[in-house]
């Protein structure tokens, strides 16, 4: 196969992933995607970082026997955890959700006061934190954890009183801290971003991780002359470890679009090298 051609390959612990898998057939509509859910043994964020790379480590070997040309952590955890080890293990890049994520807070920021949303896993993890100063060492990063938002987003109560009620007891200590950009660490939150928008406010510029990782994807594919030569139409598969409730519609309101090609796999065939 021309090496062009091949796909880009993501992988979530879920259902998750499909926020950033849509912004990538949004801004790279030609390509070809590959995407594996490990929803067998979501979620990540409470498991050990030598757990999530293994994982990881079973998701990359499954994705390379896929042929792809480049994959994409669209998860928050293993990109926190596991995106080093990754990277030293895979044939093709690696890009995660962490860093395109907190450059993308960055620059939008005009007061260097940053405020970051994710799971327990991914805000004791610090690796936003450590990404943002990274990229401005002067920058103040505020953190809260806000774990009831992933069961809202995957239930789509998107406006739902509920929803408001929990986002405006999460965003309270940050929006005292003055934040003017917020990074929605889970790749669940931006279904739910005109709530969030609603409780954070017009001065506060929400982040999509998953959208900033698809621009970096774009830029990467160029200067490495991979981006999609032939004119035909993008195909994409998906493949899960488990089929849970519900996972085609809730995947399909997290894509935007239907889902189809969805395959179960068998947490045997990943530990085949």
Same mark, same amino acid.
Request: negative net charge; aromatic residues 6%.
């Given at each position: 196969?021309?090496?062009?051609?091949?796909?880009?390959?993501?992988?979530?612990?879920?259902?998750?992933?499909?926020?950033?898998a849509?912004?990538?057939m949004?801004?790279?509509?030609?390509e070809?995607?590959?995407?594996?859910?490990?929803?067998?043994?979501?979620?990540?964020?409470?498991?050990? %970082?030598?757990?999530?790379?293994?994982?990881?480590?079973?998701?990359?070997?499954?994705?390379?026997?896929?042929?792809?040309?480049?994959?994409?952590?669209?998860?928050n955890?293993?990109?926190?955890?596991?995106?080093?080890?990754?990277?030293?293990?895979?044939?093709? @890049?690696?890009i995660?959700?962490?860093? +395109?994520?907190?450059?993308?807070a960055?620059?939008?920021?005009?007061?260097?006061?940053?405020?970051?949303?994710?799971?327990?896993?991914?805000?004791?993890?610090?690796?936003?934190?450590?990404?943002? %100063?990274?990229?401005? @060492?002067?920058?103040?990063?505020?953190?809260? @954890?806000?774990?009831?938002?992933?069961?809202?987003?995957?239930?789509?109560?998107?406006?739902? @009183?509920a929803? !408001?009620l929990?986002?405006? !007891?999460?965003?309270?200590?940050l929006?005292?801290?003055?934040?003017?950009?917020l /990074?929605?660490g #889970?790749?669940h939150? +931006? /279904?739910?971003?005109? %709530?969030?928008?609603?409780?954070?406010?017009?001065?506060?510029?929400?982040?999509?991780?998953?959208?900033? %990782?698809?621009k970096?994807?774009?830029q990467?594919?160029? !200067?490495?002359?991979?981006?999609?030569?032939a004119?035909?139409?993008?195909?994409?598969?998906?493949?899960?470890?488990?089929? +849970?409730?519900k996972? /085609?519609?809730?995947?399909?309101?997290?894509?935007?679009?239907?889902?189809?090609?969805?395959?179960?796999?068998?947490?045997?065939?990943?530990? #085949?090298?």
């Amino acid at each position: 196969m021309i090496e062009q051609n091949k796909p880009i390959g993501l992988f979530d612990s879920g259902v998750g992933g499909l926020t950033v898998a849509h912004h990538v057939m949004q801004i790279l509509p030609l390509e070809n995607t590959i995407y594996f859910g490990d929803s067998a043994r979501v979620p990540y964020g409470s498991k050990s %970082t030598e757990t999530v790379q293994f994982y990881t480590k079973q998701a990359i070997n499954f994705l390379e026997r896929k042929a792809v040309k480049l994959i994409i952590i669209a998860c928050n955890t293993a990109s926190a955890v596991a995106l080093e080890y990754a990277s030293s293990i895979a044939s093709v @890049p690696v890009i995660g959700v962490i860093e +395109p994520g907190a450059r993308g807070a960055v620059e939008a920021s005009t007061s260097g006061r940053i405020g970051v949303i994710g799971t327990q896993g991914t805000v004791r993890s610090e690796a936003y934190q450590n990404a943002i %100063t990274a990229f401005n @060492p002067s920058a103040k990063v505020f953190a809260h @954890p806000c774990p009831l938002l992933v069961g809202f987003a995957e239930e789509g109560l998107i406006d739902h @009183p509920a929803t !408001e009620l929990i986002a405006r !007891e999460y965003l309270e200590e940050l929006l005292d801290h003055s934040i003017d950009s917020l /990074i929605m660490g #889970c790749t669940h939150y +931006p /279904i739910l971003k005109p %709530t969030l928008a609603k409780v954070a406010g017009t001065s506060v510029q929400l982040i999509d991780p998953g959208l900033e %990782t698809a621009k970096h994807v774009q830029q990467i594919l160029a !200067e490495k002359d991979l981006l999609k030569s032939a004119p035909s139409p993008a195909s994409h598969e998906y493949y899960l470890s488990d089929f +849970p409730h519900k996972f /085609i519609e809730i995947g399909s309101r997290f894509l935007g679009s239907k889902m189809h090609r969805v395959e179960k796999i068998s947490l045997e065939s990943l530990s #085949c090298e």
